[in-house]
């Protein structure tokens, strides 16, 4: 078994899927890429890593964060494979929120178990940070922390922050940390959207960056290590990065030719993710935000709601994004078991599309046309958003254009930072 193990991983290589150096610093494998699509194959930085039989974790008791996205082209579970492999020490695994093998619902996780398919220890790393995280990872017995989870491009999106917590509490443990990246599936081309005050840090925002961040987690593994962590923890991480081959800032997911598995339970498709980081606001309102349905994210609505949303947001001729009179009953979640009206989003235009822009018009004019529009009572808007000034502005009856002007210079100076962390061409 170990034979043909090392066979497949040697016709691996020679298709280009592993590089002759892998670890930060070093330009992305050069090697032909098989054609599918438009000519290229993505390999994530878990394809090159096996492909190079290990090598950077020879010697080394490793852990893994990761969660259901952490596969392989034939989705198989990277823990599963590893296990297996005699050429890596694989000694625990760290659970984020949803928990490793995803059984847990928003806010959830698993808890501390012994995974049945491995044996492995399962650590729950999630609502934890600093030095109960690092006594985690103590107690681990582990010299390497390895982060494999497939990100979705928000800022609110919870795994960036379980990457940034796990990179603090590395320091203060004392471990070396591995980045395996993987694509962001809504493109890397430009970040947009408000960059967060600290003053409203939190697990959705722990440090200042845009709404859309537009990087791979390996590349803001980058931006964390030489922007915040270093504050946090008194000293930059021990870092490598492994970075994908074959994938361009231009691509969304469906140009990768990598198969989509939901990062957490209502994420269920790349479509999901493109609009995330924008109707995501609505988790600060008493509108639902799609959850309960098969479209979350997508549907958004409330009981009262009818088609003068609808036609409000069409009005704004926002591009990309056509708006439809919706109606639809979640199945749990907000108005749990009652229809109710709304609107479902059609993006007609990926690139064209600004899903930030296109959720602050959603809420502005949410708020003009249903008068049972309220914010949610604890201000989770402002974590959300990064500040209180969208939720302010929309109160005092300013439009779209006048918000999104009105956190442009934090943006300029976010996407100046950031330029000087991407990886990809």
Request: glycine residues 12%.
């Amino acid at each position: 078994m170990a034979l043909s193990r090392r066979v497949l991983l040697g016709q691996l290589a020679a298709t280009g899927a592993a590089g002759a150096a892998l670890a930060a610093g070093a330009g992305p494998a050069r090697a032909a890429q098989p054609a599918h699509g438009g000519g290229r194959r993505v390999h994530t930085g878990f394809d090159r890593l096996a492909a190079d039989g290990y090598r950077l974790l020879t010697g080394r008791r490793v852990g893994i964060v990761t969660n259901p996205t952490g596969v392989t082209r034939e989705l198989r579970h990277i823990v599963d494979v590893m296990h297996a492999d005699d050429r890596v020490r694989l000694t625990a695994v760290f659970g984020p929120e949803h928990g490793f093998r995803g059984t847990a619902q928003a806010g959830g996780s698993e808890g501390r178990y012994d995974d049945p398919a491995t044996g492995l220890p399962v650590y729950d790393t999630y609502n934890k940070s600093g030095k109960a995280l690092a006594d985690i990872f103590t107690a681990s017995g582990v010299d390497t922390v390895v982060f494999d989870i497939q990100d979705v491009g928000a800022r609110f999106y919870t795994y960036i922050w379980t990457l940034y917590d796990c990179m603090v509490a590395a320091v203060l443990a004392g471990k070396r940390f591995m980045v395996l990246d993987r694509p962001n599936p809504v493109t890397g081309r430009s970040a947009t959207g408000p960059v967060l005050d600290k003053a409203y840090a939190s697990f959705v925002g722990r440090e200042p960056i845009a709404q859309t961040h537009g990087m791979t987690v390996a590349e803001l593994a980058l931006l964390f290590n030489g922007e915040f962590v270093p504050e946090a923890a008194g000293r930059p991480v021990e870092l490598e990065t492994v970075r994908m081959t074959g994938w361009r800032r231009t691509d969304f997911y469906d140009a990768t030719g990598l198969p989509w598995v939901p990062p957490s339970p209502n994420m269920p498709t790349p479509d999901t993710a493109l609009v995330y980081s924008g109707t995501c606001l609505f988790e600060g309102t008493n509108l639902s935000e799609g959850r309960g349905t098969t479209r979350p994210f997508e549907l958004l609505g409330a009981d009262g709601i009818d088609r003068r949303w609808a036609a409000a947001a069409t009005e704004l001729a926002l591009p990309g994004v056509h708006f439809r009179e919706a109606y639809f009953a979640p199945t749990f979640s907000k108005f749990q078991g009652k229809t109710i009206g709304g609107v479902q989003l059609h993006v007609h235009d990926r690139a064209a599309f600004d899903p930030v822009r296109t959720g602050i018009g959603l809420l502005v004019t949410a708020k003009r046309v249903w008068p049972g529009f309220t914010w949610r009572p604890d201000h989770g808007i402002d974590r959300l958003t990064g500040s209180s000034a969208v939720r302010t502005m929309i109160d005092a009856g300013a439009g779209p254009d006048e918000i999104v002007a009105a956190w442009q210079e934090g943006l300029k100076g976010f996407r100046t930072v950031r330029r000087r962390y991407l990886r990809y061409p």
